[in-house]
C-alpha cells in the first residue's frame, strides 16, 4: 500500500495540472464568445487557474483542517509572486506593469488575500469573511466591465472617474496581446465542466493520500 500512495500523489498532481490548463483554455473561449472584455477574460483566466487552490482550500475547511488552508493562501500567493512574476522577470529581464493597473488589481487582491488567511485561520467567521471579500471583489469586478459613461453615473469625484477609467483601459491593453481566444463553442463549455470535476477529484484524492500516509505513520 505504502508504494501506491507516491504514484497516487503523482497521478493527482498529473491530472490537477493538465484539467486546470484545459479549464483556464475552454473558460477563456466561452469568455470571447460571450464577447467579455479583456479585463473581464484575464479575471475569468486567473479564477480558472487558480481552481486547485481555490478548492484546496475549500475542502481543508470543509475536513477542519484550517492550517493546511491557511497554508494553502499563503503559499500560492508567495509562488505566485517568486514563480509568476519573479522567475518571469529573471527570464524577460524586466516586467513593466503600469502603476494605475498595480494598484487596481494589487489593492482587492491584497485584501481577498488577508480574508481568506483570516477567514482559514479561524479569526474571522466564514460567513463574515465572504461577505468582506464581496464587499471588495464584487465592486472590483464589476468595474473592469465599466466604461467611462457607466463611471460618470456612478457621481464619484472627476479625478476618480479619470484615474479608473485609465486603469481599466491600461489593464485591458496590457491583455489584448496575451489573451486572444478564438470564440468557444458547446463542446469547449463541456470540457470546462469536465475538466472542472477533474480538478475538483484530483484534489480530493491529493487530501485522501495525505490522510492515509498520516495514519500509517502514526501506526
Known amino acids: 500500500m505504502m508504494a501506491a500512495w507516491p504514484l497516487l500523489f503523482v497521478a493527482g498532481v498529473v491530472v490537477t495540472l493538465s ?6 483554455s475552454r473558460l477563456e473561449r466561452l469568455g ?9 477574460l484575464g479575471l475569468v483566466a486567473a479564477l480558472a487557474a487558480d481552481a486547485p487552490e481555490i478548492t484546496s482550500a475549500v475542502t481543508a475547511l470543509a475536513r477542519g483542517q484550517s492550517s493546511i488552508g491557511a497554508g494553502v493562501v499563503i503559499g500560492s500567493n508567495v509562488f505566485n509572486l517568486a514563480a509568476l512574476l519573479g522567475l518571469s522577470a529573471v527570464v524577460a529581464g524586466r516586467i513593466a506593469f ?15 488575500a488577508v480574508v481568506c488567511l483570516l477567514t482559514v485561520a479561524a479569526v ?6 465572504l461577505a468582506l471579500a ?6 472590483y469586478v464589476v468595474l473592469l466591465g465599466m466604461r467611462r459613461a457607466r463611471m460618470e453615473r456612478l457621481r464619484l469625484p472627476a479625478g476618480w472617474t479619470r484615474w479608473l477609467t485609465a486603469a481599466v483601459h491600461e ?9 486572444r481566444p478564438r470564440p468557444g463553442t458547446w463542446r469547449d463549455g463541456l470540457a470546462a465542466a469536465v475538466a472542472l470535476i477533474a480538478v475538483v477529484g484530483a484534489i480530493i484524492v491529493l487530501f485522501v ?3 492515509l500516509r498520516g495514519s500509517s505513520r502514526r501506526s
Open 209 to 211: 493520500w495525505r490522510a
Open 124 to 129: 474571522v467567521p466564514p460567513v463574515a469573511g
Open 19 to 24: 484539467a486546470s490548463w484545459l479549464l483556464v
Open 32 to 40: 470571447e464568445r460571450a464577447g467579455l472584455s479583456e479585463a473581464w
Open 134 to 139: 464581496l464587499a471588495v471583489g464584487m465592486p
Open 171 to 179: 489593464e485591458e491593453a496590457e491583455l489584448a496581446e496575451a489573451i
Open 98 to 112: 503600469h502603476r494605475r493597473v498595480v494598484l487596481l488589481g494589487g489593492v482587492p487582491g491584497v485584501w481577498v
